[in-house]
């Protein structure tokens, strides 16, 4: 019963470096996400993938890429690592975008 | 953006019913509206989906009048780990604008 893995749990980067954070789900979910969580804020949603093979922008696209690597993994990268990207990431997964999603335990970013 | 509104906190007391209600004016037909509920340094947990009337399971109940324009999460006799922050959400399969976030509603219970 893993349901959403994130790895890893923790990273310190330096600004400009570069990162990919994987996501994997085992409920054979169509649906991915992921999001980011600032300091008493809400989740903002970064990218979505609604079924294999396909992803979309978000709220906040901008300084990531995704991609959807097989129906279980969902992958998230920062190419040049910002100081503003610092944040707790979680990735989700659902059967639809209209039907509930399941979290992960985040990612916790430190950009330095 | 598909926009909720809920109350940013509320206070109550253990063995309490606490009910959170959160807007929603512009749901769509195939909408549905989810509660979820996150502790610090979790993910947010899935607590209770519908789409029109009342829905119960284990852990709450959610009404939703019929024009579903605002809906309600009602919690039984809350204890101390229920405190979280609870979100309100509109869920559509067209477009992102459907899969955001509000600002949630900050739960606290106290003895």
């Known amino acids: 019963n893993a349901g959403v893995t994130q790895t890893p749990k923790f990273q310190v980067l330096k600004t400009g470096q570069s990162m990919t954070l994987q996501c994997a789900q085992d409920m054979n979910h169509n649906s991915m996400y992921w999001y980011r969580q600032d300091p008493g804020m809400g989740l903002r949603l970064i990218y979505y993938?609604?079924?294999?093979?396909?992803?979309d922008k978000g709220e906040v696209p901008n300084g990531y890429n995704v991609s959807r690597l097989n129906k279980r993994e969902f992958s998230l990268r920062l190419e040049s690592a910002a100081p503003s990207q610092t944040s707790v990431y979680f990735c989700?997964?659902?059967?639809?975008?209209?039907?509930?999603?399941?979290f992960g335990d985040g990612t916790r970013l430190s950009i330095l | 953006l598909a926009k909720t509104t809920q109350p940013i906190s509320m206070d109550s007391y253990e063995g309490q019913e606490v009910n959170i209600t959160c807007s929603h004016n512009n749901i769509a037909t195939n909408d549905y509206i989810t509660w979820y509920q996150q502790f610090p340094s979790q993910g947010p947990r899935f607590i209770i989906q519908g789409y029109k009337t009342k829905v119960t399971n284990e852990v709450a109940s959610l009404f939703i009048p019929a024009d579903r324009k605002s809906s309600t999460l009602s919690l039984p006799r809350v204890s101390l780990s229920d405190t979280a922050v609870y979100y309100c959400r509109v869920q559509g399969n067209t477009g992102f604008q459907k899969l955001v976030f509000g600002t949630g509603t900050r739960l606290l219970v106290s003895p």
């Open positions: 989700a997964s659902g059967e639809y975008s209209n039907q509930p999603q399941h």
């Open positions: 993938s609604a079924s294999e093979g396909t992803t």
